[in-house]
Nanobody
Framework: QVQLVESGGGLVQAGASLRLSCAASGGTFSNYGMGWFRQAPGKEREFEFVAAISGSGFTTYYADSVKGRFTISRDNTKNTMYLQMNVLKPEDTAVYYC??????????????????????WGKGTLVTVSS
């Protein structure tokens, strides 16, 4: 059973940067496509896709809203995925979740919208961006 634990969230001002981490345990990490989703305040029923990365790390995919500002990466030797977030905006305020699924392509993960769609989820980390 794969377990995912996010960290790195916090309160920052607009324009600042944060790096989120997602540590995985159990399973073979490189076999899983991984991604980040978020839920904004008041939109708890909606999981918004943020970014995804293939098991090898060679392929990535981003939501238009974060393209050019966020960078997803992974270190399979450390069983950890990252999300570097730059030029943060108030509309980036959300709980950020990492998710994983066996052998899924990033573009396919981008079409998923609920917890039932992917095999593994973390419990989330809150990012708050003040204006």
């Amino acid at each position: 059973q794969v377990q995912l634990v996010e960290s790195g969230g916090g309160l920052v001002q607009a324009g600042a940067s944060l790096r989120l981490s997602c540590a995985a345990s159990g399973g073979t990490f490189s076999n899983y496509g991984m991604g980040w989703f978020r839920q904004a305040p008041g939109k708890e029923r909606e999981f918004e896709f943020v970014a995804a990365i293939s098991g090898s790390g060679f392929t990535t995919y981003y939501a238009d809203s974060v393209k050019g500002r966020f960078t997803i990466s992974r270190d399979n030797t450390k069983n950890t995925m990252y999300l570097q977030m730059n030029v943060l905006k108030p509309e980036d305020t959300a709980v950020y979740y990492c998710a994983g699924h066996p052998l899924i392509f990033p573009q396919t993960m981008a079409r998923k919208r609920g917890k039932e769609d992917l095999a593994y989820w973390g419990k989330g980390t809150l990012v708050t961006v003040s204006s």
